[in-house]
């Protein structure tokens, strides 16, 4: 057990774009509070990571074959340690955001809820799984904007769905790659079920939805987003389109296409910050 493990388990990295995600959101819907946009990143930070630290445990017997350097099949974190520290970093979330609004509490404990059933169920339910992590990771954009009120909801709505399907695109993609280790952990996932060419046209075909809406933001944002949104969405079609000539995980892996659809995901983000920033000034 060390103390390494337990900051390892919450993926750091990824917990802290989604906080960081959360302040844009709010900052695009028109929120002007520095305090509210840092209130919001601790929220998500925390309670992504603890639906990190969940994954982790439950995923236990998958990962000693597909990642056996994850803290607790290594042994750096005890599973009864892991359920400690995710109920935890549950509690500080939850406690938190009662200090926001109702339409932020309400999403933060859908979510919540939602990031439970998913590690301990809807994970092993093909395609239910990957659609639950594609509304956790749109649904940044609607709680960051919520603290702005619910009007904002049509403001963030394209940011969502950029979001769920990029990140649904992404998500099956894992799968192909992973299907030896799901199979030895007893996991179910869609690509072992229609194979990892398949897996790259329903990828490719989610991709070209999330590039429909982020044209939608144009008739804010004007022509500079277009050009800097039109490099980003070429990039990140060119890298899934290499998936299609994948018939194997290890093909897969070696294309590099989930490793570069997400920095085209982080470069999107960007966009959307600098677009927001330019628009104070502009």
């Known amino acids: 057990m060390s103390l390494a493990g337990y ?18 959101a709010y900052f695009i819907a028109g929120g002007t509070q520095p305090l509210f946009a840092a209130l919001l990143f601790f929220i998500v930070l925390v309670i992504c990571a603890a639906g990190n630290v969940l994954n982790d ?32 970093l549950f509690g500080a979330g939850i406690i938190a955001v009662c200090f926001t609004n109702v339409w932020c509490l309400g999403v933060a404990v859908l979510n919540t809820v939602l990031l439970i059933i998913y590690a301990a169920k809807f994970k092993g339910i093909p395609l239910l799984g990957n659609l639950s992590v594609a509304y956790l990771s749109g649904s940044i954009f609607l709680f960051g904007g919520f603290l702005v009120g619910p ?15 990029g990140t649904l695109a992404r998500e099956l993609l894992k799968d192909a790659e992973d299907i030896e280790g799901d199979r030895i ?14 897996t790259g046209v329903l990828a490719v075909i989610f991709v070209l939805c999330a590039v429909l809406f982020s044209f939608v ?26 998936t299609l000539g994948c018939d194997d995980p290890h093909q897969l892996s070696a294309s590099g296409s ?12 960007f966009v959307f910050l600098l677009m927001e920033i330019l628009s104070v000034f502009l």
């Open 57 to 88: 445990y439950f995923d236990l017997e998958i990962d000693k074959v597909n990642r056996p350097d994850r803290p607790i099949p290594s042994g750096a974190v005890t599973p009864r340690g892991a359920l400690v520290w995710a109920a935890l």
């Open 151 to 165: 009007e904002s909801f049509l403001v963030m709505l394209p940011l969502f769905a950029i979001t769920f399907f």
């Open 7 to 24: 900051g390892k388990i919450i993926r750091p990295m990824n917990a802290g774009v989604s906080g960081i995600t959360a302040g844009i």
């Open 217 to 242: 933001p144009f008739l804010t944002w004007g022509i500079v987003y277009l050009v800097l949104i039109g490099v980003v969405d070429a990039f990140i079609i060119l890298v899934t389109i290499r």
């Open 185 to 198: 952990g007893g996991a179910r996932t869609l690509p072992m079920r229609i194979g990892v060419r398949r």
């Open 258 to 269: 989930t490793m570069y659809l997400k920095y085209g995901m982080f470069a999107a983000l």
